[in-house]
C-alpha cells in the first residue's frame, strides 16, 4: 500500500459532488444490469461508467501515485462527470448501451438539459453548485474491482455510499474465461485496462504479487486464481474500514436482485434514503426480473471449468463456491 507522505497536491477544497455512490463489484458481476435498476431511483443521476476512477485507486496500490494526487484526480473526473450529465453534456444516446440514457424514465429531461443554452433555465454557475450542494440528487458510477482499494475513496468522499454487487464465483469464472481475461491483458487493445510488467510479458495489476504463478499457469487457472485474488483483498481492505465505512456498503447478491427483485430494491431504497420511481416496473419488465437462476445452467458450467482447469485451481475455486453459499457475506471473516 502507498505510504508516500509527501504532499503537492491541495486536497482541502470543497468537492462539487456532496451525494456520491458507487455501484461496484468484479467485471462480470451484473453491475450495468443492476444499474439500470438503482439509476431509475428517485433522485439518482443516470449511472456513468468512467475507467480512470477504476484505475486511479490500483495505481496507488501500486505506488504510482501519492495519495494527494489521487484524490486530487478522483474529485476532479468525479466532479467533471457529474457536472457534464447535470447540464447535458457528453450524454450516452447509443441506444443498445446498457447504460445509454434510453434506459432512464428521465430521458426527456436530459434531452431538454442537453438542448438549453448555459444560463437559461435558471442554469446559472451558481445553480449548478446549488443543485449539487443543496440538492438531494446523487451522483452514480459504476466502477469495477474498486473494494480492494476503497480507502482512497473515501479520502476523497468521506460520506460516499457504495453498493457492492457480489455473484456466484462459478458464474463469474466462467464469464471471465469465455470473454478471455485469462490472455487478453495487456494483449488486446480493446480491453482498455492498464497492466503492470511481468517477467515475461504484461499481467492484470491484481496479479502483482503472485507474477510468477500467473505466467506459468494456463488460462482457466489464470482466471480462477485472479478471482480468488481479488477477494482476498475485498476481504482485506473491508476487516481495515471502520465500523461508519462499513455502514455505508450495501452487500448485494446479484442472485437476489434476479429472484427477489423488490425486496432488494427496498433494501437499496433504504439504504439511498429514496424510493422507487414511476420507470422502475417498466425497467423490470424489460430485464425481465424477477426471473430464476438455473442450476442446472451453473452445474454445466462448473463441469466446463473443471475440463479446462488444474486440479489445485479447481480445488482453490470450490472453495470460493462453498464461501459464497454459506456465509451471507463473503467479505467477512
Known amino acids: 500500500m502507498n505510504t508516500n507522505k509527501r504532499k503537492v497536491f491541495f486536497v482541502d477544497e470543497k468537492p462539487l459532488v456532496k451525494k456520491l455512490v458507487l455501484l461496484d463489484g468484479f467485471s462480470r458481476a451484473g453491475k450495468f444490469f443492476v444499474g ?40 476532479k473526473i468525479v466532479d467533471e462527470h457529474a457536472y457534464n450529465i447535470r447540464i447535458g453534456r457528453n450524454l450516452n444516446l ?17 434531452i431538454r438539459r ?6 437559461e433555465i435558471n442554469l446559472t454557475a451558481d445553480k449548478i453548485i446549488d ?12 466502477v469495477h474491482e474498486v473494494l480492494p482499494n476503497m480507502q482512497l475513496f473515501f479520502k476523497a468522499y468521506p460520506a460516499l455510499k457504495i453498493i457492492e454487487l ?27 485496462i492498464p497492466v503492470i510488467n511481468g517477467n515475461k510479458g504484461p499481467i492484470p495489476w491484481h496479479a502483482y504479487e503472485w507474477r510468477e504463478e500467473y505466467e506459468a499457469s494456463c488460462e482457466a487457472d489464470r482466471v480462477i486464481k485472479c478471482i480468488a485474488a481479488l477477494t482476498e483483498m475485498c476481504s482485506q481492505t473491508y476487516q481495515s474500514l471502520s465500523a461508519r465505512q462499513k455502514r455505508q456498503i450495501l452487500f448485494v447478491r ?27 416496473p417498466l425497467i423490470m419488465a424489460k430485464e425481465k426480473c424477477p426471473g430464476k437462476i438455473s442450476l442446472n445452467e451453473r452445474a454445466r458450467k462448473i463441469s466446463d471449468i473443471k475440463k479446462n482447469a488444474g486440479k489445485k485451481a479447481f480445488a482453490l475455486m470450490m472453495k470460493l463456491v462453498n464461501d459464497y453459499e454459506t456465509k451471507e457475506n463473503p467479505y467477512k471473516k
Open 36 to 75: 439500470k435498476i438503482v439509476s431509475n431511483l428517485k433522485k439518482m443521476d443516470y449511472f456513468q461508467a468512467v475507467y480512470a476512477l477504476e484505475q486511479i485507486p490500483f495505481f496507488h496500490r501500486l505506488n504510482c501515485i501519492t495519495e494527494d494526487a489521487a484524490v486530487a484526480l478522483l474529485r
Open 114 to 119: 442537453s438542448m438549453n443554452q448555459f444560463g
Open 131 to 142: 443543485s449539487f450542494w443543496k440538492g438531494n440528487r446523487c451522483s452514480l458510477f459504476v
Open 254 to 280: 446479484y442472485e437476489d436482485v434476479v429472484e427477489n427483485t423488490s425486496s432488494e430494491i427496498e433494501r437499496i431504497c433504504a439504504f439511498l434514503d429514496t424510493e422507487p420511481s414511476k420507470g422502475i
Open 166 to 192: 457480489i455473484r456466484h464465483p462459478v458464474d463469474v469464472i466462467h464469464s471471465w474465461y469465455l470473454r478471455g481475461w485469462g490472455r487478453r491483458f495487456g494483449l488486446d487493445p480493446l480491453s482498455f
Open 94 to 110: 447509443r441506444y443498445s448501451d446498457a447504460s445509454s440514457l434510453f434506459n432512464s424514465y428521465e430521458i426527456d429531461e436530459y
